[in-house]
């Protein structure tokens, strides 16, 4: 079987070091796909994905056919079929909204000029870097010849993060649940929805009004304790480990190119897909959604039902990715 280019930007931080070793046992592609890495790193992280890659080749990994290192973007994307964009541009003290999106545009859009250049026909782009939809945005601005369905950020962690809140709430194994949905932003705003989620076949709704004493305290609970600890559990790992989400997320990067290529099968996921209007988000953003693959590309799942909660909830996410959209534009950067 022919090697799949994996190309891991930001490959000597932490998510990397979590995600690598992981592509090259065969967690993503499948046990039987051969795998040539491409590290991408800015010059002061090379020493350190040189040195996973000491470990990578330690490890002795059947498949894994080749891994290069490089600070060089087009060389890094030479020939991608699979491009995780995770190296970014942290906030730091002091820094802007206008700043931030700025800095990763230096970031994002020589990546997405490099791989409209230099990436093979059939590249699929999943953006984990923060802030990440806007960075698929600009990254897929930057790729003109690249179909703008192709790229997509990064939500599986939130949409996984959801399903462990239910089941711990639910005391059900995770794997009786189906249709959790994250709508939205991959920030604060996000909103994890779980009006269309069923338990062992039947509405959460419903098992959680049975539990909590009724549906207005299964409401409650919803909008003060599951929708925040979702969307804020990056600070509550924060405060807790003293380091941002590495393991957890490298997993979701996997997830999320594992079921793009494979399939979704009878269920859907969450992923920050190219809106074409649906569930009225302007066409052009990068919001989540729910999406199924059939192994070409991630769709969105059209046709639900939004209640007048979600559609507000789902509304003040988008508001937030359109600010950012025209920060962007205004600073001239797509
Ligand atoms: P680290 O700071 O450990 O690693 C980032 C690496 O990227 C560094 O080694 C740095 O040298 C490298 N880098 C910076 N600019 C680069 C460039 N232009 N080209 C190539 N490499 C570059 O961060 P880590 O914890 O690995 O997190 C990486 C990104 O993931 C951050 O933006 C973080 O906010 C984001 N996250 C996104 C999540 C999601 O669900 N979408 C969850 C986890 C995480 O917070």
Do not use: K
Request: net charge negative.
């Amino acid at each position: 079987m022919d090697a799949t280019t994996v190309t891991v930007t930001g490959a000597g931080g932490q998510i990397g070091y979590a995600l690598l070793f992981r592509i090259a046992a065969g967690d993503m592609l499948g046990a039987e796909r051969p795998v040539r890495l491409r590290l991408l790193e800015i010059p002061q992280g090379l020493a350190s994905a040189e040195g996973a890659a000491l470990e990578l080749q330690d490890c002795a990994f059947p498949l894994l056919a080749d891994v290069e290192i490089t600070d060089d973007p087009r060389v890094a994307f030479d020939g991608a079929n699979i491009a995780m964009l995770v190296g970014a541009r942290p906030r730091s003290a002091g820094m802007e909204r206008a700043d931030l999106l700025a800095a990763n545009a230096g970031i994002f859009g020589p990546q997405g000029a490099a791989l409209n250049a230099a990436a093979a026909d059939d590249v699929r782009v999943v953006v984990v870097g923060n802030p990440a939809n806007t960075n698929a945005l600009i990254a897929a601005a930057s790729a003109p010849d690249i179909p703008g369905e192709r790229f997509a950020a990064l939500t599986r962690l939130d949409h996984d993060r959801a399903l462990a809140q239910l089941a711990a709430a639910l005391e059900t194994p995770v794997a009786a649940l189906r249709g959790v949905i994250v709508w939205g932003n991959h920030s604060a705003t996000q909103f994890p929805d779980v009006a269309h989620a069923t338990v062992a076949g039947r509405p959460v709704t419903d098992a959680l009004a049975e539990r909590l004493g009724g549906s207005a305290a299964a409401a409650a609970w919803l909008d003060e304790a599951f929708v925040p600890r979702v969307a804020q559990r990056g600070a509550e790992i924060i405060s807790v480990r003293g380091s941002s989400s590495a393991a957890s997320a490298a997993h979701a990067a996997i997830s999320h190119v594992r079921d793009l290529v494979h399939g979704t099968g009878d269920g859907w996921t969450s992923a920050a897909v190219l809106s074409h209007g649906e569930y009225g988000v302007p066409a052009g953003l990068y919001s989540s959604a729910p999406v199924t693959s059939d192994g070409t590309a991630y769709r969105v799942v059209d046709g639900l039902e939004l209640d007048e909660r979600g559609r507000a909830r789902l509304d003040a996410s988008v508001a937030e990715l359109v600010a950012e959209r025209d920060a962007v534009r205004a600073l001239g950067l797509i």
